[in-house]
């Protein structure tokens, strides 16, 4: 929050949360949290479902017209939460009525669609922002630091598992589904400059469902590093792990261990090269190996949603880029085209758009 | 064993170790602990280093003469720990003096090499045995059990991590140092129809070792299953968890950790195929999820390099191919070369030679 | 439920939260989740403290006058979320106005408070039940069944952990905090005909905060069987493991492990007794040592606080007693007086009140 | 080491094992490693058990006879590890025979027995040494290194774990036969101004062997700091667990955790303590809670047990007193008798014999 001197605590922001299916109730409950927001309607085309998520003890108001929402006044932004094929129209919507939007991963069915959510947004002066939860957490704000801070050196590799038994979506894939949350981590984190150029693919679909099921990405930064993505949804086991590898320190996410989620190990293979390389035997003398403490530094406790939140808030009073902007789901998206396409051809290389 | 009476105890096969460096003095311990060898030399081009690992106790003979040993006629077995780029000659001239043979793995530095010494062994009548350990282990001789009796449904998926901060090789890249472990259990669990077909890998040299230090390899199944190898050596975690998931059950064996290397699990998706199908949201209606209990079966606790050098003598006695022969060493070797062939041409997908 | 009939729906049960502090809102929060429950208030000395809790959006009122809802005829049933030293007084006013009752726990400050809230309730035919919320944990559900059906054959002991980095409490030490969780427990899955004997109990304050803030419980059992409870309020990791181990198996719960929280072991040490005992090297002979499967049931994943909420209305409309009654209140308070004299005598053993 | 020049390494000293049961084996395995050592004999009773131990292979003379051990000249030092029962006499015999010696732990069956080799070793200026091996594992020297450097401010309480489905001994009770690693690892930790004054100990012996499978010691410290310890023969799960809080940070030694053994937590609770005390209310407001980064310090490899062997060397060879001498095996023996005394009279707190 901007605003710090007691007694100018600014109007609340009138918000609309469009979709009461599995992520709108989230959404729902960290608006009313905030003072910065005032929730005013929740939208559903299941008016009941919508009801149901309010309950009856709410004074918001439940409806299945989002008419109704661009034509209140009061409502200076909105949250959707409706499937990815929705994304273009309801936002663009929301936006031609001059809301803020704020639109629930990934941005849009396709990149192009995407594209045009970004220019619109562009064009009005309104915030478009992405809601990518994970970049809020506590531990992946500090894996931010760490990394753009040259911490752990120069990047190596990146080795992310999101694997668990997990819903069978009816639209999308896997990919789709699973992996945006570390596609989207992985560009939050990644210093400016680095880039991802191609993308190759592998995939399963052993269940006959009509789309993978199991999913493995391999993308090519733009230093030559790796990364490498898992995605599952048939696995009894629940696994997310994120390994980020550097030149000075490796770091290890791992988000199913509350008490210890971010290790850094000052660990690993030095390479020390001689200024006149040619001599093989010579550059294996010249390996060493580090084998220093480990440190997991504390981290909050904070909400992700609660975060992303305010964020949101702070965004559109500053009239400023949410750290989470429509720009960063375009990248997410980039990737996700080009790892379909890798997919639909065996694994080929795909270069990603921009 | 299959010698049970007493007194009816066979004279031990006279055995020597070729190889002092990491691996031979394990194999040197082994064959002392069993009745059914006894060890004759131990043989390295650095006497010295064989004289360290004998120590300041032993009866047994170092030299760093082979010719000596092909020349015992005491010596009916040999076990070969040599760099992998010495096992054809090693082996080819213990095998043409009439000795069985025990390599360490690979089996060979290329598939053709590993195919002459299947020949040669062939023509000779003579055991060739690849030490594929881990198949010894107690975990794994239950997971091929598992696998292969159709208790865990149709072969879904196999997920196998072998990461570790590991020894930078002088000769091979990562894929030929650990990935050999993976494809031989891969290799060695399958039922006898399901062969690999094709390999697609991608790597990594973050460090500037000259060769690939992290690895991840897709394999294509002859059933449309998919199994994929993460290899890599930089990672300052050690993780070795590999998961098969099938139709029925899905199986997660955890090497690290000895009170539940293995644990069956018997959640998962199911997809009811109605007759006609055709109704794409009829078909989404018919997927539904177990969530069952998980069993870890009770495992032994035999030394696997012990299991393995029984297993060796059984086979010279029995005149019969050991459970890890060198036509299996020889499948190994197929999926590597396919796997570097790959590496090499970014990650494009190559058939597997057969 | 017991109303099955669509239309047999009954009419809501009026209810009163009383104490807005820590648990209060959980309460209020899974109260609003059920139609078996209607919240009219929520009552707190600080009624701005209520009025945050509600927060915005809410139709429920807010009130700092226990008086206003006792004298509400519409509220049949209270929740006590107060301070244990009010326990006493708000609840013998609540059963005298003719209110059910739910206390969180301890029930009362004494075991001589907690029996006259028994008999009063009895007195007057109302519920009176104690918020022993883990025994409503699918986890403990199962556990008591299992304990209770024989499964596990004979106790033969019980070991509890719960240790983490805790509030040091102003009024009550760690033993009165942390311990009737797992007396509680204890108290659910036993079986009818075992009772505690007796309680030693040793303990620190390290930190010199006037109160214990480590100790260790042990309970000797009518089986001759012992139970072990160690509270920590320093620990800085977080352990929350129960043993319980039988004469056929023994069952470990874990409650940070969700994807297994309770393991069924048949590992164990048997003895068979011969008929005529006297020779003890004979008897030595006959220990054997079991090396079975683990079996980790499937456990439902329903928030314990709500079925919880569901037994008190059940209980209500049933007029029977909670599964957790008054009475295992009553017996959770004279563990843990016994426990509170032996801390003050040096461990010296206590016979529990009855 | 003391020798440090090349060409100065000094003659081997003659040891010879008494004992080929369970530990003995191990002796011979880490006195053959080490240059410092020369093993002549190994003696057991049963002379086909020392047989075998030594194997096929070795150059090691076999003996029932350990009168012969005695009389050789070239023998400067023994190692016992022969049951509880006869150490004072083998060791009595051992010392007076002008041997080092080494026992295993417990130093003696009793207290008495105890310091009379203690007394006879200090009267004839041998090295009279316990081989509690945890205390020369990389892990146990760190902690001693870090309790006694005040790195965790003042000690707090030590609370260790150490159960699994365990040998039922013949001759002793789990106490006996797990705890003296736990004291002596504790003894080996603590400052040395800080000693045991009292024992409570609690068992049970549920399974009838005759013995206590399950137990719970209880110290006071000198400091008013409590120790307590948990030792089990028939958990199905194996746990070996210290935790030692201290007032400035916690550090958990988790034996079993090859990556992080050993974690330095910086969270606690602090009490500032005002310089009036009295006013209740006031000192609560006191109370802070740390939360600060935990730290896992890097760890060596190095074998206890090689290390152990090493440091009887230096002792034999510096004539001073081992880390671990008679007198630490005597302070064990001491807390253990008090336990024993405790276990008698149902809890009841006993001194410490010094």
Redesign the interface.
Known sequence: MTYSLAGDQPDPIGVAVIGAGYWGPNLVRNF??TPSF??RWLCDLDLDRARRVL??????TATDDYSAILDDDEVQAVAIATPAGTHLDVAMAALRAGKHVLVEKPLAATFDDGRRLVEEADRRGLVLMCDHTYCYTPAVARIREIVRSGELG?L??V?SVRIN?GL?Q?DIDVMWDLAPHDLSILDFVLPDDVTAVAV?A???D?????RS??A?L?IELST???A?I?V???????VRTT?V?G?KR?L?WDDLNP??RV?I???????T?PEELGD?ER??AL?S?R????????LGEREALRAMVDEYASAIRGRRAPLTDGRSGLRVLGMLEAASRSLAN????VEVAR
């Open positions: 009313q949290a005032r929730v309950g009856g003890y709410s004074t918001i120069e190596h590799y080795d038994l069978v009816r190759a592998h995939g399963a052993p269940i006959g469902a009509g099921c199991v493995y391999t030559g590093a790796i490498h898992h599952n949804w048939l696995s009894p086991t629940k390994m590898g030149s490796t290890v008490t210890q290790s190990f000052d660990r690993g293979v030095d390479l090269m093989d550059r294996e390996i190996y084998s220093g403490d480990m440190v997991a530094p504390a065996r694994g080929e290389i």
